[in-house]
């Protein structure tokens, strides 16, 4: 089953989180399939492919909670796009 999670990077006591699109059977830092953005949590920049978070929802991707709220967080932030 693909799981949208986040993957710990970045140094000690200075974390970078990527969003990754991976089998749930992974490891957390493990092999992934895509990665979908990333989050610094020390400097709160969050940027986030929401096109593709879409579409590996829409085919069945479940997503943790903290990978849940995050993407929820940055929708309400962004600015509605209209062509």
């Known amino acids: 089953m693909v799981t949208l999670r986040l993957a710990r990077r970045g140094s000690k006591k ?3 989180y990527h969003l990754v699109a991976t089998d749930s059977r992974n ?7 895509e ?3 990333y989050f ?8 986030l492919k929401h096109e ?3 579409y590996w ?3 069945g991707a479940a997503s943790s909670d903290t990978a849940k709220q ?3 967080k940055s ?3 962004a600015p509605a796009v209209s062509a």
């Not at 490891?27 to 399939?33: L, V």
């Not at 610094?40 to 940027?47: E, G, L, S, T």
Request: charged share 35%.
């Open 14 to 16: 200075r974390p970078v």
């Open 27 to 33: 490891k957390r830092d493990g092999r992934f399939i």
């Open 35 to 37: 990665q979908l953005g």
């Open 40 to 47: 610094i949590p020390a400097r709160d920049i969050m940027v």
């Open 52 to 54: 593709r978070i879409d």
């Open 57 to 59: 929802l829409s085919v």
């Open 70 to 72: 995050l993407i929820q």
């Open 75 to 77: 929708k309400k932030a």
